[in-house]
Nanobody, 127 residues
């Protein structure tokens, strides 16, 4: 059974940094692309970043490029999201997800391209 456990969220001030972690189990982690999404109150779940399984290639939501960095450590079965210069509009529940193998070498952008999801971790940025 695939399990994803996010951690690292919290309440921070604008301009701060946070690093989210997502520990995966129940799958051969190095064979799967991974992604991060977020959902703000009253809004749809939105793509944040993705990282490919084979070469670590990444993709970001355009508005987040330069502030957020996704990375992975296959030895630890963990994917990370480094978030810098946080803004109040970054407040959301952040979810990690396992990309569907049917994408093969693609980088998923839509939620339906991911098969497994964590429970989420809350990030709140105060002004």
């Amino acid at each position: 059974q695939v399990q994803l456990v996010e951690s690292g969220g919290g309440l921070v001030q604008a301009g701060s940094s946070l690093r989210l972690s997502c520990a995966a189990s129940g799958l051969t982690f190095s064979n799967y692309g991974m992604g991060w999404f977020r959902q703000a109150p009253g809004k749809e779940r939105a793509f944040v970043a993705a990282i490919r399984w084979n070469d670590g290639r990444t993709k970001y939501e355009d508005s987040l490029k330069g502030r957020f960095t996704i990375s992975r450590d296959n030895a630890k079965n963990t994917v990370y999201l480094q978030m810098n210069s946080l803004k109040p509009e970054d407040t959301a529940v952040y979810y990690c997800a396992v990309q569907s193998r049917r994408l093969q070498y693609g980088l998923g952008y839509f939620h339906y391209e991911y098969d497994y999801w964590g429970q989420g971790t809350q990030v709140t940025v105060s002004s």
